[in-house]
């Protein structure tokens, strides 16, 4: 072989397009795994008979390996008896891959989906990224049922991806990167040669897209899209354009979990499988023989902050200047609280001074969104919300999760997404 027979197989091989890129590979060291083991055993607590089923628990569950099997069962048979009809596009997804990575048949529920898809955008392709979340989920479970059924709804997906999605969204590119790549892997022999360069195509553009929201401590994004956007970058085809050092994003993430920052059960269902080593693209392979997996003993648990009684004062403003809905508002109120009160309590503290502070929340798979603010109220249709913010930064959390700091100025406005 001459010197330069190599340099000229790699540029072969690139140019066919087959994927070859070396990623680096990571793991939890074993000093760690205590704290795993910590936020996955706070996850299955979370379980409950009264809890509303979440299939994202079970899926992370599943891949992890459950600990506890009565909390296992009881949301494989809750799942199981929901009515298809009360969920979402993404929330149906989500099911189905629980039931599947529970090796339970989710019947009927997949030609729900699919002709769900079938309709699928309801108001043509200027959604914004975020729409683009629960059909990427649809897409994925889809693929992993019967990926020549998916082909035809999978290529409009990519379209569509393609051409409507500003701004970009770290957790719906990851969920794209996904599904895309599940269809690229599992394009059924003989299709046309233009499903694999569309889906390769978008696949490069998302995954350039994600790569870019690498920042030097190896977040992804932000710490709560971080686990989604591991499992992207772990699978895809396609060479992210920043380099990813995984275990550097991992020991930050450890670091993360350490301070406490993965308490949501929903944030720890996102994160877990990562820290296992899976992904999304396992689901199908989970292994349900009888468990092998032993509850280990908690570990110990940081002894809690002696509290103190002193109050703290937020600074708090709710604003809404969207016309057309409503009356335009901008108030702002002094709210003294406990320290470390989490959000929610200086929002109860404001209605309870003044009624124009009233506001309603509804419950989600991640805890209470504020819904509702002085009788506005968020629309899907209008694709209105709450945001919050601290200062002008974005909160990263939401009101029954974030903790405020003394003077802290805490805005929640009406705006767009
Ligand atoms: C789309 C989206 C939104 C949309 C939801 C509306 C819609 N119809 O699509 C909008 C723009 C309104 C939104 C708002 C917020 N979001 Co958001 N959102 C997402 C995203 C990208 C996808 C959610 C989804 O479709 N899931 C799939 C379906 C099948 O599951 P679902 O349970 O039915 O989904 C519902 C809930 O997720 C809920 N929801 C969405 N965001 C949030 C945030 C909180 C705190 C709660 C309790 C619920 C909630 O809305 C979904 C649709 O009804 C996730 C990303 C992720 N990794 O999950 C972030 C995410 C859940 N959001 C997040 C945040 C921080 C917020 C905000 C608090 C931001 C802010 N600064 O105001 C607000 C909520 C404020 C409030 N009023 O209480 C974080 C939560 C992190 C955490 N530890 O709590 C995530 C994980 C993004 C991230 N990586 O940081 N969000």
């Not at 959604?127 to 992993?144: E, I, K």
């Not at 009888?290 to 908690?298: A, D, F, H, M, R």
Request: proline letters at 7%; hydrophobic letters at 40%.
């Amino acid at each position: 072989m001459t010197w330069f027979t190599l340099p000229l197989l790699n540029l072969l091989w690139a140019a066919a397009g087959t994927s070859t890129w070396t990623r680096s590979s990571c793991s939890v060291p074993p000093a760690q795994q205590p704290l795993v083991q910590g936020i996955q055993m706070l996850m299955e607590n979370s379980v409950t008979s009264s809890a509303h089923p979440n299939p994202s628990i079970l899926i992370a569950m599943n891949l992890a390996g459950a600990y506890d099997m009565e909390a296992q069962k009881l949301l494989t048979d809750k799942l199981m008896a929901s009515d298809s009809a009360d969920l979402t596009i993404g929330q149906l997804a989500l099911t189905i891959m629980a039931l599947n990575s529970s090796c339970r048949d989710p019947g009927n529920k997949v030609s729900v989906l699919q002709r769900q898809m079938e309709s699928w955008p309801p108001s043509g392709p200027s959604a914004p990224a975020s729409n683009f979340y629960g059909p990427s989920l649809a897409v994925l479970a889809l693929c992993q049922e019967n990926p020549t059924r998916a082909l035809p709804i999978a290529a409009r997906f990519a379209k569509i991806l393609r051409f409507g999605s500003s701004p970009f969204n770290t957790d719906t590119g990851a969920m794209a990167t996904l599904a895309l790549t599940c269809m690229y892997n599992k394009i059924p022999e003989g299709s046309d040669e233009g499903f694999k360069i569309l889906f390769s195509e978008v696949l490069q553009e998302v995954v350039k897209n994600v790569s870019m929201r690498i920042k030097d401590n190896g977040i992804i994004g932000d710490i709560y899209s971080t686990g989604l956007a591991m499992q992207a970058l772990s699978v895809t085809p396609k060479q992210p354009n920043k380099e990813w050092k995984c275990q550097k994003t991992m020991d930050t993430i450890l670091q993360e979990i350490e301070q406490g920052k993965f308490h949501n059960p929903m944030s720890i269902a996102q994160i877990l499988p990562s820290l296992k080593g899976k992904t999304y693209l396992d689901v199908p392979h989970v292994s349900c023989s009888p468990g092998v997996q032993v509850q280990p003993t908690l570990p110990t648990q940081p002894s809690p902050v002696p509290t103190t009684a002193s109050n703290i004062t937020i600074v708090y403003t709710i604003n809404n200047q969207l016309r057309g809905v409503g009356l335009l508002f901008n108030e702002t109120m002094d709210i003294s609280v406990k320290s470390g009160s989490v959000l929610l309590v200086v929002l109860e503290e404001a209605q309870r001074r003044n009624p124009t502070f009233k506001f309603e929340t509804t419950m989600t798979s991640w805890g209470l969104v504020v819904s509702s603010i002085n009788d506005i109220t968020e629309s899907v249709h209008e694709r209105t919300y709450w945001q919050f913010l601290s200062g002008k930064t974005p909160l990263n959390e939401g009101v029954a999760d974030y903790k405020p700091a003394d003077h802290e100025h805490i805005t929640a406005n009406f705006t767009k997404y």
